[in-house]
């Protein structure tokens, strides 16, 4: 964390600096690279945190995410308009190296792990038994594919955060088009920038309730419920003619939202050794990012194609059969949940 953290401030305030639109690619591309913060703030917490406070401390961490992502559009442009471009770079920079500086002091890790190859990563006679799972067991040499043949709701959860990102990336570059096809003339960045927080505001409302309900009622019920809902929302999208009535909508949809990211990082964390948590979220993240660029291109395809309803009700279809594959495994998902929390209270 500590090294992407102050690599990403290097990086972001070097694009101040730069003189050509090959010199801000380039840095952009590095940019890239050093985005494994997130992902490791995310498995940090989803390992370090109670293990029936999970879901709750997931939940506050993407409310605190989605904050940003909904302050940061506008922080920025204020910026811009007073400041400059460039010295909205060095200002970001800054702010970024203050968050490296803040995890290196602030952030204590109080578990202690075995040294992990990725080429080797996990043999344990049975790493899904509970009673071994956190213990320093020796890790042996064997294919990360044994993880998966041994506990294949890992990989459920993988396809999950893929077809999540392919659904939100699908319609987010779509707005503002959208916005302006119900024949509104003015201001259609702002509507488009309004529908967009509407979004971001109800997912930040909910994401730490609903991921508390998760650790009382179990994370696979908020996810599927979640879910389902989710598709529902998607089809009215794709018919309205108001802008104001789609902000709402989106509204409500961010709220839905709220409880199917918390949910995942949670169940990833209770399926998954204790040897290979990090490179699991990693490896989820990956899905994530895979989604994003999957959902960029497949959205722009189908709306210049078929227009851009087609895109809201692909995607509730989507999400409807993201629905059915986790309908379908639903008892396992319970079980692994419930034999997790009976080794809790055993170990209390």
Not at 28 to 34: K, P, S
Not at 58 to 74: A, D, E, K, R
Not at 188 to 209: C, N, Q, R, V, Y
Not at 276 to 292: E, M, P, T
Request: aromatic letters at 10%.
């Amino acid at each position: 964390m500590v090294i992407t953290g102050l690599g990403s401030a290097v990086v972001i305030g070097a694009m101040g600096l730069v003189d050509t639109p090959l010199q801000l690619l380039l840095l952009r591309a590095a940019f890239g690279t050093m985005g494994g913060y997130p992902t490791s703030s995310v498995a940090l917490l989803a390992i370090e945190a109670p293990k029936q406070k999970v879901g709750n401390a997931l939940g506050t961490l993407q409310t605190g995410q989605v904050t940003g992502q909904l302050l940061g559009p506008l922080i920025g442009g204020v910026l811009a308009e007073w400041l400059g471009i460039r010295d909205s770079f060095y200002i970001t920079g800054f702010f970024i190296f203050l968050a490296a500086l803040l995890t290196i002091f602030g952030v204590k890790e109080a578990n202690t792990y075995t040294k992990f190859k990725f080429r080797g990563l996990l043999k344990l006679s049975n790493p899904f038994q509970s009673k071994i799972r956190n213990q320093a067991i020796p890790v042996k040499k064997t294919a990360f594919r044994q993880v998966l043949g041994q506990s294949p709701l890992i990989l459920t959860l993988f396809i999950s955060t893929f077809l999540i990102s392919i659904s939100f990336a699908s319609i987010s570059p779509m707005i503002s088009l959208y916005v302006r096809s119900m024949n509104i003339v003015d201001h259609i960045e702002i509507m488009a920038g309004l529908i967009f927080a509407s979004t971001a505001l109800g997912t930040m409302i909910t994401a730490p309730i609903l991921g508390r309900m998760g650790d009382r009622y179990g994370h696979s019920i908020i996810l599927l419920i979640s879910l389902i809902l989710i598709a529902i929302l998607h089809i009215p999208q794709g018919l309205v003619t108001d802008p104001w009535v789609l902000m709402g909508i989106r509204f409500i949809t961010g709220l839905c939202i709220g409880g199917v990211i918390p949910s995942i990082s949670s169940l990833l964390r209770k399926l998954t050794p204790t040897p290979i948590q990090g490179s699991v979220f990693a490896y989820n993240a990956s899905a994530g990012s895979l989604g994003n660029l999957s959902g960029a291109l497949f959205g722009g395809l189908v709306a210049s194609s078929f227009g851009i309803s087609l895109v809201f009700y692909l995607i509730a279809g989507v999400f409807f059969v993201h629905f059915l594959m986790i309908t379908v495994q639903f008892k396992r998902f319970r079980k692994a949940e419930l034999e997790e929390e009976a080794t809790y209270e055993m170990d209390k």
